[in-house]
């Protein structure tokens, strides 16, 4: 068995509506960016860095939470991975809710 966490936060309308323009904007323009491999091994160094147009998984989602301002975060989005999210994020309108559910 695997499990999986979810982090709710909620947020304002004018944020939640910055977060769908962004995430609209990436997938009309998804041709233009890229899955960056060597971006997650700097990020396992430990080794701030930014590539134009370039990011991992985690990276791209600590970028959308802290450029909408839906989060703060406490390291540079490139050092996130997925597990950093439950404790090096502070949501600026709400607490966080870690919903846990199992995939068999």
Request: net charge positive; proline share 3%; with cysteine.
């Given at each position: 068995?695997?499990?999986s966490?979810?982090?709710?936060?909620?947020?304002?309308?004018?944020?939640?509506?910055?977060?769908?323009?962004?995430?609209?904007?990436?997938?009309?323009?998804?041709?233009?960016?890229?899955?960056?491999?060597?971006?997650?091994?700097?990020?396992?160094?430990?080794?701030?860095?930014?590539?134009?147009?370039?990011?991992?998984?985690?990276?791209?989602?600590?970028?959308?939470?802290?450029?909408?301002?839906?989060?703060?975060?406490?390291?540079?989005?490139?050092?996130?991975?997925?597990?950093?999210?439950?404790?090096?994020?502070?949501?600026?309108?709400?607490?966080?809710?870690?919903?846990?559910?199992?995939i068999?």
């Open positions: 068995m695997q499990g966490m979810c982090i709710r936060m909620q947020v304002p309308e004018s944020v939640h509506k910055k977060l769908e323009n962004e995430l609209e904007r990436f997938t009309n323009h998804r041709e233009q960016f890229n899955y960056s491999t060597l971006g997650v091994i700097l990020c396992l160094l430990r080794i701030p860095h930014k590539f134009k147009n370039s990011y991992f998984c985690s990276q791209f989602v600590a970028e959308m939470l802290s450029s909408t301002g839906a989060a703060k975060l406490k390291k540079s989005e490139s050092l996130y991975l997925p597990m950093h999210f439950v404790d090096s994020i502070e949501c600026r309108y709400s607490a966080k809710q870690l919903v846990t559910n199992v068999c």
